[in-house]
T-cell receptor
Framework: AQSVTQPDIHITVSEGASLELRCNYS??????LFWYVQSPGQGLQLLLK??????LVQGIKGFEAEFKRSQSSFNLRKPSVHWSDAAEYFC???????????FGAGTRLTVKP | EAQVTQNPRYLITVTGKKLTVTCSQN?????MSWYRQDPGLGLRQIYY???????DKGDVPEGYKVSRKEKRNFPLILESPSPNQTSLYFC??????????????FGSGTRLTVV
């Protein structure tokens, strides 16, 4: 069965520092991978997605993620974090028709001034 | 504005009293889904719909019902709510572009408390 693991429950970084959020997946076929962000009291917003092709994908708000099949990972990165990036981040994996999309438990990001 | 609208945003109810959470999208998306979010568990899919009159169970369908009579609406029905259904609920919609269904657009959530 497919699953997603986000090893870090909570990460704190200083504003301006770089960020990497980890995501590992288990999936038997070609995965479709997503990162979402949830600001407090809000729904989830899609940051970026990977379906095929270039393994480095660019998203909104300056985020990028790299798909590494050999490591079953899809880590999210940002070169310089802004205070407004403080939120919860969810990695998700699903089949092409999204009928069984699985989300990780989330990583809460705190940004220090 | 393209959006998924859920109502109500907050709801407190008593055990056993039937309730419906409405969900509507204005993007003509064929795919719609309901998730519940619980601390430490992430989001878990309750039900899924690939189009009008086509629905399927997700990971945690027990105690819930859905219907998809119109493309834009996908209500979530709790026939007899219980305290373990206290949670934050999200409706989401998506569409197909080429072979793959794109990422979901989520509603703002419904916080349900069952006492």
């Amino acid at each position: 069965a497919q699953s997603v693991t986000q090893p870090d429950i909570h990460i704190t970084v200083s504003e301006g520092a770089s960020l990497e959020l980890r995501c590992n997946y288990s999936y038997g076929a070609t995965p479709y991978l997503f990162w979402y962000v949830q600001s407090p009291g809000q729904g989830l917003q899609l940051l970026l997605k990977y379906f095929s092709g270039d393994t480095l994908v660019q998203g909104i708000k300056g985020f990028e993620a790299e798909f590494k099949r050999s490591q079953s990972s899809f880590n999210l990165r940002k070169p310089s974090v802004h205070w407004s990036d403080a939120a919860e981040y969810f990695c998700a994996v699903g089949p092409y028709n999204n009928n069984d999309m699985r989300f990780g438990a989330g990583t809460r990001l705190t940004v220090k001034p | 504005e393209a959006q998924v609208t859920q109502n109500p945003r907050y709801l407190i109810t008593v055990t056993g009293k039937k309730l419906t959470v409405t969900c509507s999208q204005n993007m003509n998306h064929e795919y719609m889904s309901w998730y519940r979010q619980d601390p430490g568990l992430g989001l878990r899919q309750i039900y899924y719909s690939m189009n009008v009159e086509v629905t399927d169970k997700g990971d945690v369908p027990e105690g819930y019902k859905v219907s998809r009579k119109e493309k834009r609406n996908f209500p979530l029905i709790l026939e007899s709510p219980s305290p373990n259904q206290t949670s934050l609920y999200f409706c989401a919609s998506s569409y197909r572009a080429g072979r793959a269904v794109q990422g979901y657009t989520f509603g703002s959530g419904t916080r349900l408390t069952v006492v």
